[in-house]
């Protein structure tokens, strides 16, 4: 099975920042990667699926990128709401897996 | 709007059996393929089991295949999911989700999650 592997595991920042986080895929999935925001308490969203699609209702600020085995999930201008866990997944195929997560704090 | 709700949570021994119920509403069920996805606590996020949209066709993680059984009623507008042989690393949050129509495994709607817990 493919492996996702998301870093860094944490990553702390200051509103109005702008970051990225990554997911690695342990072989070439195309552009099928999808991302999702969980913050504590709640279930998952879906941000941007096909790699870069961003999903409807989502803020602009959301980017991902990348194609092949290395993606890639910006957010530009930070908000104090968007502190939460984001997860990458690998889509069209089976078992669609998940990678461990990236865990965004506020400052 | 969409809205998922899921039932049937709780604590159960190992080996015994508990089945999950999501009622489903604010969009075509039936149009629909249905999934469940499960987070263990403090865990990232675990796919489960998906079924198409008239139930002809269902797939499983291979962990639990022949243990549980996803299903629906789309006369219902409900999603199910039979666990059978638990066992203690099927403890975890639920998720009953839908997959958008554009791929089986984009979910684009969650609920908000059922509690299973499995211990003497």
């Known amino acids: 099975n493919i492996v996702m592997t998301q870093s860094p595991k944490s990553m702390s920042i200051s509103v109005g920042d702008r970051v990225t986080m990554n997911c690695k895929a342990s072989?070439?999935?195309?552009?099928?990667i999808a991302w999702y925001q969980q913050k504590p308490g709640q279930s998952p969203k879906l941000l941007i699926y096909y790699a870069s699609n961003r999903y409807t209702g989502v803020p602009d600020r959301f980017t991902g990128g990348g194609y092949g085995t290395d993606f890639t999930l910006t957010i530009n201008s930070v908000q104090a709401e968007d502190a939460a866990f984001y997860y990458c997944?690998?889509?069209?195929?089976?078992?669609?897996?998940f990678g461990g997560g990236t865990k965004l704090e506020l400052k | 709007e969409v809205q998922l709700v899921e039932s049937g949570g709780g604590l159960v021994q190992p080996g015994r059996s508990l089945k999950l119920s999501c009622a489903a509403s604010g969009f075509t069920f039936s149009d629909y393929n249905m999934a469940w996805v499960r987070q263990a606590p403090k865990k990232g996020l675990e796919w489960v089991a998906t079924i198409s949209y008239d139930g002809s066709s269902t797939y499983y993680r291979d962990s639990v295949k022949g243990r549980f059984t996803i299903s629906r009623d789309n006369a219902k507008s409900t999603l199910y999911l039979q666990m059978d042989s638990l066992r203690s690393e099927d403890t975890a949050t639920y998720y009953c989700?839908?997959?958008?129509?554009?791929?089986?495994?984009?979910?684009?709607?969650w609920g908000q999650g059922a509690s299973v817990t499995v211990s003497s």
């Open positions: 989700a839908r997959p958008t129509v554009v791929d089986y495994y984009v979910m684009d709607a």
């Open positions: 072989q070439n999935v195309g552009n099928n």
């Open positions: 997944q690998r889509i069209y195929n089976s078992p669609p897996t």
